[in-house]
């Protein structure tokens, strides 16, 4: 199972919690209504598995091409805006959560069975994952924590993963992910180049929005350079119309008609600028 993929479940999951009696209006929006109507016939009394049955059946209609995008324009085209507006805050604050779940997926291994007791994860749950992918430790933690998902619903968090972590003493792990955690949120923090969410929870900014901030910036830092080499430029002149002198007694007027390309520079106690050409 993909990220992607592990991440859309986890958000039909959580959508599957507050679609309710909307579902026939959501399948409507996702021209799946024919769908709905077939489980009504199967399900009449057990709405919960209807959902269930209409999300997995949608998923494998759309054979690859499902996406949290579709669900969210969906929601939208269904004018379901209470639920559209959970599911975006699901995604604030849930994705979050599944983005550590990735990264700790990968640093996890052999140490699962620890983690899984320190969740409270029963035995015969977790041999059950151990016997449908014995050679496959990746699926096997991939399955651990969708389980875990949909066990803690809206209460899953990265702040109990961590206290699961440390119950368990794996220090080592604990180590890697909080510095998953600084550099995340040292990435939140940037000034010029803000994080902006694309497909596949990656990060960029665009070439024309960077040049837009850092332009002003420029322009700026230009008019500061020529504004100083003006004021500059004057009190050299000022000072040479006064025939002030070098530290030798030479007038700094007469050398420079005597050498007009020298390096001429102002070495008087009442000077404060630096003069050199």
């Known amino acids: 199972m993909t990220t992607a993929c592990h991440e859309l479940h986890g958000f039909v999951r959580q959508l599957s919690r507050h679609i309710g009696c909307d579902i026939k209006r959501l399948a409507r929006a996702l021209n799946a209504e024919s769908t ?13 598995e209807l959902i269930r049955q209409f999300f997995e059946k949608w998923l494998k209609m759309e054979e690859g091409h499902a996406s949290i995008d579709q669900l969210m324009h969906g929601l939208k085209a269904a004018e379901l805006f209470e ?6 805050a699901f995604m604030q604050e849930g994705i979050s959560c599944s983005v550590f779940i990735r990264e700790l997926s990968r640093h996890i291994g052999s140490d699962l069975k620890m ?8 035995k015969t749950e977790f041999d059950a994952i151990e016997y449908r992918d014995p050679r496959d430790l990746k699926e096997q933690i991939v399955q651990f924590f969708r389980i875990w998902e949909e066990r803690e619903g809206s209460k899953a968090s990265i702040e109990t993963l961590m206290a699961a972590l440390k119950k368990a003493e794996l220090s080592e792990v604990v180590d890697k992910m909080e510095i998953f955690l600084k550099q995340e949120k040292a990435k939140e923090k940037a000034v010029l180049c803000p994080r ?10 665009k070439s024309a929005e960077l040049t837009h901030t850092l332009q002003p910036l420029h322009k700026s830092s ?14 050299e002149s000022r000072y040479l119309q006064r025939g002030r002198c070098n ?13 007009p390309q020298s390096n001429v520079r102002c070495n008087s106690s009442s000077c404060k600028f630096n003069l050199d050409a």
């Open 83 to 88: 639920t559209f507006t959970k599911m975006e």
């Open 196 to 205: 902006v969410f694309v497909e596949g929870d990656a990060t960029e900014m």
């Open 36 to 48: 709905v109507v077939e489980l009504e016939r199967q399900y009449p009394r057990d709405l919960k």
């Open 115 to 122: 983690l899984a007791r320190a969740l409270d994860i029963d």
């Open 247 to 259: 530290s030798d007694g030479t007038n700094l007027r007469n050398a420079r008609t005597r050498n």
């Open 222 to 235: 230009v008019l500061k350079t020529e504004s100083f080499r003006m004021i500059r430029d004057d009190h």
